[in-house]
């Protein structure tokens, strides 16, 4: 509908319409506007200047229902301001308003973002040839169907509303508002408390659960317990087997092989030779303790532990000195490739045993001697280089500044100096934000439609420690790739570059831009 603009005077924000010079206002309904305080319909101003009329509505700190509906709706909000509708329908009547002077339309229509209190505007006109007025059960269905709800919460209430709108022969204001209070009322059942931790369930339940849905898990067949095995003695009482006790594991092991024997015969006894490669992968003193014992020759030790030694020219060697007996290897548990004589020459890993039976330590192997140079050539001493500063680009390297941007190039990953004067060409990522200048913080835009004001429920960043600050104070439009404000009837407005703006009014704003929000400022950036 034209005729209608917004105009600001001191902390109060007013619809105000001018009335043309061929329409008759009528007087009887403007006099119960003017002097009295209808619930649910905005104060109303009349005044004349020389020839022209104007009617002005207060709607500070409000906004429109377009507005407030934008987005994702809720159950409370919903009904909040269809309770509002309903209830200065009601009071309209009681004033003997007609409802054909009452502008049902979003646009027209205001709501606290907070307390959800609803206005509505009255237009007192004298219509001789007026259309038929909308019916106030149409204009809550098609407002029904022009709502986007939020499918987190149990939207039953939605249907119970279609439901009595479609079947209600004739609508009753009266009655609708008792569903409204009814739905109002219904709460949510309290959920069940959390427990801490993971249920405690069987192993067995668990893996029978692996890939089962719900329903089939509700109905899962008990878990039998296998009975103990029973025997019956000679009085037919039956009784318990006790289980087998495990055989001990002996520590002794199966004789090695003879050295060079590769495949020796497996002893049928519980002993078994203890290899070096064992020991190594198994340490332990006991495992170091019993091979030292396997490694002794048996039957040559006496009582005291040591072996005895026959004396130089006893009858046992014939006088003949007994020559130094030589260190037997230990033999080898795997096969032996080639005509290698021994595996601890090649593996230096597995070297012979010291001289107290234990593992000597690993041997590090040898580095490769380095090629000497050709005949007539003389080897140059090393030099330590300097570090370099650059990059190695091509043939050479370049230094780079502190001041210059690396950019690597993927394929290559050679570095390549960028100058910053080029830097500069390249285009910026536009990504808008606003930096609040009494904390510094980066409030990113990251909405079409981005609100800004105290009530946290409901804008997309709330300034809640400035009190100066409107709940639904202001909105950022990004649209075709510009960006705008808008002031939403805030009592202490909005100024962009220190300047107020007009409510309800889309302002452009670029990089750079100083914004305030009554006592609260801002700077808006595009990168």
């Known amino acids: ?41 905005a104060e109303t101003r009349f005044i004349q200047e020389n020839e022209t009329r104007y009617l002005k509505y207060d709607v500070t700190a409000k906004i429109t229902v377009k507005q407030f509906f934008s987005g994702v709706v809720n159950k409370k909000r ?18 003997m308003i007609d409802v054909g002077d009452i502008l049902l339309d979003t646009e027209y229509i205001f709501s606290d973002v907070s307390s959800y209190q609803t206005v509505l505007i009255c237009l007192p006109l004298e219509r001789e040839n007026a259309d038929q007025p909308l019916d106030a059960g149409v204009f809550f269905k098609q407002l029904i169907f022009n709502t986007q709800f939020d499918q987190s919460e149990n939207c039953d209430y939605v249907a119970k509303i279609i439901n009595y709108l479609n079947s209600a022969p004739v609508f009753s204001l009266k009655d609708f508002s008792a569903l409204l209070n009814q739905l109002k009322s219904e709460h949510k059942a309290p959920a069940a408390p959390a427990v801490s931790g993971r249920p405690k369930t069987a192993p067995a339940q668990n893996a029978a659960d692996h890939g089962r849905s719900p329903e089939q898990m509700t109905h899962r067949p008990p878990v039998r317990e296998q009975p103990p095995r029973t025997r019956t003695d000679t009085g037919g009482q039956p009784v318990i087997k006790p289980p087998a006790p495990s055989a001990p594991v002996s520590a002794k092991r199966n004789p090695a092989p003879a050295h060079g024997q590769k495949n020796a015969p497996a002893d049928t006894g519980t002993e078994k030779k203890m ?5 190594l992968r198994h340490y332990s003193k006991e495992n170091l303790k019993l091979y030292k014992a396997q490694s002794a020759t048996p039957g040559k030790d006496d009582k005291a532990g040591k072996k005895s030694k026959p004396s130089k020219g006893s009858a046992e060697n014939n006088g003949v000195a007994p020559q130094k007996e030589k260190r037997q290897q230990p033999p080898a548990q795997f096969a032996v490739p080639g005509d290698r004589k021994s595996v601890d020459e090649d593996y230096p890993l597995f070297r012979n045993t010291d001289s107290r039976g234990g593992v000597s330590a690993p041997v590090p192997p040898k580095m490769p001697t380095p090629a000497r140079p050709p005949e007539g050539q003389e080897r140059l001493p090393y030099t330590p280089q300097p570090a370099q500063t650059g990059f190695q680009t091509g043939g050479g390297h370049q230094s780079a500044g502190f001041g210059d941007t690396i950019i690597v190039e993927p394929e290559s990953g050679d570095g390549t100096i960028v100058p910053d004067d080029e830097q500069e060409k390249a285009p910026a990522v536009i990504k808008p934000h606003l930096i609040r200048q009494s904390n510094h913080e980066k409030v990113m835009i990251d909405k079409s439609l981005f609100r800004l004001g105290r009530e946290r429920g409901y804008v997309d960043y709330c300034i809640s420690d400035n009190r100066t600050v409107g709940r639904s104070h202001a909105n950022i439009i990004s649209r075709d790739g510009a960006f705008y ?32 929000l009554a006592r609260e400022s801002f700077e808006f950036r595009l990168y």
């Not at 924000?13 to 403007?30: G, H, Q, R, W």
């Not at 909040?80 to 009071?91: D, E, I, N, P, R």
């Not at 962009?496 to 831009?513: A, P």
């Open 1 to 41: 509908m034209t005729g209608f603009s917004y105009e600001n005077q001191g902390a109060h924000t007013y619809l105000s319409y001018e009335v043309k010079a061929d329409e008759a206002l009528n007087s009887m309904i403007l006099g119960m506007l003017t002097h009295n305080k209808i619930d649910g319909l």
């Open 78 to 95: 919903l009904l909040g301001v269809f309770s509002g509708v309903a209830s200065a329908l009601q009071s309209a009547e009681e004033y």
């Open 275 to 279: 290899s070096a490669l064992y020991l």
């Open 485 to 516: 404000i808008v002031d939403l009837n805030s009592r202490n407005h909005t100024y962009v570059n220190g300047e107020m703006i007009q409510s309800n009014t889309e302002v452009r704003i670029e990089h750079g831009t100083m914004i305030s």
